[in-house]
């Protein structure tokens, strides 16, 4: 594995021969690394938001898991 850093990227060489599988999932990381770089939000804020969400939905669709 080669890693090469310039000024505006950074250039990864590896094998051909990595698992496919195993390649896609670090390539998504790496995604979501480059979206979440510049964000200035809390851990606790999104976890807050995700509560709130998740409360809001199950208010909305109980109805349909609960008889």
Same mark, same amino acid.
């Given at each position: 594995?080669?890693?090469? +850093?310039?000024?505006?990227?950074?250039?990864?060489?590896?094998?051909?021969?990595? =698992? /496919? &599988?195993?390649? !896609?999932?670090? $390539?998504?990381?790496? !995604?979501? $690394?480059?979206?979440?770089? =510049?964000?200035?939000?809390?851990?606790? =804020?999104?976890?807050? $938001?995700? =509560?709130? $969400?998740?409360?809001?939905?199950?208010?909305?669709? +109980?109805? /349909? &898991?609960?008889?």
């Amino acid at each position: 594995m080669i890693v090469e +850093r310039t000024p505006n990227e950074i250039l990864l060489k590896i094998s051909p021969n990595i =698992d /496919k &599988f195993a390649m !896609e999932r670090l $390539l998504e990381y790496i !995604e979501y $690394l480059e979206m979440t770089s =510049d964000v200035k939000g809390k851990q606790g =804020d999104a976890d807050k $938001l995700a =509560d709130e $969400l998740n409360a809001t939905w199950w208010t909305k669709n +109980r109805g /349909k &898991f609960i008889k």
